[in-house]
């Protein structure tokens, strides 16, 4: 079985390193990327002896909240798919594991399913709005969201 990690990141390397340390084996390989509004050099020198750690090179810039975070995701899985793994498990560079990486690996080997979740939006109705109101976060330049408006709603702001 081929393990493939998919660690989304933007800060902190050194948390990243102590991140692949855990759980590094000889069946897994980390597909790494990280924010286009960060400077990779601090992450990659970190990894530089390591042959299973690839940064992605085609990097997006990251919006919060926005596609873009999508976009990332699905590049670091095109890698994945291309390079043949068996299951891809999607991390961000602040995750930590709290199972051992062998209880993590022995998962993956006893079971033969698509590990998946999604919800019917009528098991969800507070979620009606994602898809009745487009949301143009990538659009918009709003860099310190959280402090500069954390009182105005978007559906305020644009309707």
Not at 84 to 101: A, E, H, Q, R, T
Request: hydrophobic share 40%; proline share 4%.
């Amino acid at each position: 079985m081929k393990l493939a990690y998919l660690i989304a990141a933007h800060d902190q390397p050194a948390q990243l390193d102590r991140l692949i340390s855990v759980l590094d084996a000889d069946d897994v390989t980390f597909y790494v990327h990280i924010d286009g509004n960060a400077d990779v050099a601090p992450f990659e020198m970190l990894h530089e002896s390591r042959s299973n750690v690839h940064f992605l090179r085609n990097r997006v810039r990251v919006t919060w909240m926005g596609y873009s975070h999508v976009e990332s995701i699905l590049r670091m899985m095109e890698r994945a798919v291309a390079d043949g793994f068996d299951y891809c498990v999607l991390l961000s560079g602040s995750d930590y594991p709290i199972k051992s990486n062998r209880e993590i690996r022995d998962f993956f080997r006893g079971t033969d399913k698509e590990l998946i979740t999604f919800w019917r939006l009528q098991d969800k109705p507070s979620w009606l709005h994602k898809i009745e109101h487009y949301y143009p976060i990538d659009l918009v330049p709003i860099h310190g969201y959280h402090k500069e408006c954390e009182t105005v709603s978007w559906r305020r702001w644009f309707w």
